[in-house]
């Protein structure tokens, strides 16, 4: 029985971990209430049901994805089209999945797929931010951080689609920008935090600039993936220089 | 309250192909080990991908570049920029930046 008290303190540890991962996700709950709620209105204006704006959230769970699905039924695109195009449109996801795989190597394949079924431009931002202040990015942690996140966008589509009816464009409140706003916030902390300020603004720098340069080329999900994938190596020969 | 079948299929056939790409690298990666080069490079994806999601929201519209078509998103980085260096609190940034961007409507 002298291994109670140890069990006890572990399995409490382990809650205070879940719970700070809610805990480090309360500044995204605002942008994705606004962003989750503009998605649920838009749902119902392409004349979705409260239903399937609803399973959308549930098993989808991609801001963009929604947007593009809304406006693709809206026009009466195929089947396939829409499909195709929101497996285009998160691509970038095969990057921040890519990028978060190092923390988590000690996890059993179940346990990642688990953490990876619920990755978001968000929560990774959050988590990439918590590890660059030289903290462990922990399981429990991060399971914590995924379903706040999670529950939260399914309550906020489903009030957007409830209340679509009485708001028709919710661009009028600004919260619009809210999502601007959480990417330029998740940058600067993270540049802030690395200590490595001349070479995070090289690459960022270069991000904006091949993003802009990409989107005369090709679609703007396209663009940030190929802005990504350049602006990371020039980030990684700069390194080689050194 | 009902579920279309045309919609429900093309609901599962997305919930597939946004699942993949988000489990896929976790789940194989994990269990490899990268060579060093590799991490330097996966080392600057967050910044580089922030970065170019904040360049497609300011100064992207639908894909294209504009500029002066929507300055008022330009206008209202600028406090959010300062509000994330100066407190690197996120959500002080967050509400900065909504209440910028419904000051600037209201003006405009």
New interface residues.
């Given amino acids: 029985m002298q291994t109670t008290p140890q069990l006890k303190h572990e399995a409490q540890e382990s809650a205070d971990r879940f719970l700070q991962g809610i805990k480090d996700c309360?500044?995204?709950l605002?942008?994705y209430l606004?962003i989750g709620f503009a998605a649920g209105v838009v749902g119902n204006t392409a004349g979705?049901?409260?239903?399937?704006i609803a399973?959308?959230s549930v098993?989808?769970?991609?801001g963009s994805?929604q947007f593009i699905?809304a406006g693709m039924?809206a026009a009466d695109g195929s089947?396939a089209a829409?499909?195709?195009t929101?497996?285009i449109v998160?691509?970038?996801?095969?990057?921040?999945?890519?990028?978060?795989?190092?923390y988590?190597?000690r996890?059993s394949?179940l346990k990642?797929?688990l953490?990876?079924?619920l990755?978001t431009?968000e929560t990774?931002?959050?988590a990439?931010?918590h590890a660059?202040q030289k903290k462990p990015i922990g399981e429990k942690w991060m399971f914590g951080l995924n379903i706040a996140a999670y529950l939260n966008w399914i309550i906020a589509t489903l009030l957007g689609a409830i209340f679509g009816q009485w708001i028709t464009n919710p661009?009028?409140?600004?919260?619009?920008?809210?999502?601007?706003?959480?990417?330029?916030?998740?940058?600067?902390?993270?540049?802030?935090n690395?200590k490595r300020i001349a070479k995070?603004i090289a690459?960022?720098?270069?991000?904006?600039?091949?993003?802009?340069g990409a989107?005369?080329v090709t679609?703007?999900s396209a663009?940030?993936i190929a802005?990504?994938v350049i602006?990371?190596?020039?980030?990684?020969v700069m390194?080689?220089w050194k | 309250?009902?579920?279309?079948w045309?919609?429900?299929?093309?609901?599962?056939?997305?919930?597939i192909?946004?699942?993949i790409?988000?489990?896929?690298?976790?789940?194989?990666?994990?269990?490899m080990k990268?060579p060093a080069?590799a991490?330097?490079?996966?080392?600057?994806?967050?910044?580089?991908?922030?970065?170019?999601?904040?360049?497609?929201?300011?100064?992207?519209s639908?894909?294209?570049?504009s500029l002066l078509e929507d300055s008022t998103?330009i206008l209202?980085?600028i406090p959010?920029?300062l509000v994330?260096?100066l407190t690197?609190?996120?959500?002080g940034?967050?509400?900065?930046?909504?209440?910028?961007?419904?000051?600037?409507?209201m003006v405009y």
């Fill in positions: 309360v500044p995204t605002l942008s606004s979705l049901s409260i239903a399937e399973l959308m098993l989808i769970y991609a994805a699905f039924i089947v829409i499909i195709l929101i497996f998160n691509l970038r996801h095969l990057l921040l999945s890519a990028a978060l795989s190092p988590f190597r996890l394949p990642n797929m953490i990876g079924s990755l431009d990774f931002g959050v990439m931010n660059s661009e009028n409140f600004g919260l619009d920008f809210a999502l601007t706003a959480m990417f330029i916030g998740l940058l600067v902390l993270q540049i802030a690395r995070d690459v960022a720098l270069s991000a904006v600039v091949f993003v802009v989107s005369f679609s703007g663009a940030v802005a990504t602006a990371a190596t020039i980030g990684m390194e080689k | 309250m009902e579920i279309r045309h919609i429900l299929l093309i609901i599962a056939g997305a919930s192909v946004t699942f790409p988000r489990v896929l690298p976790l789940m194989v990666l994990s269990r990268i080069w991490m330097q490079w996966l080392n600057n994806v967050p910044v580089a991908v922030m970065a170019a999601l904040v360049g497609q929201e300011l100064l992207l639908d894909g294209t570049f998103k209202a980085a959010t920029f994330a260096l690197r609190s996120l959500l940034t967050v509400v900065t930046g909504i209440f910028s961007m419904l000051l600037l409507r």
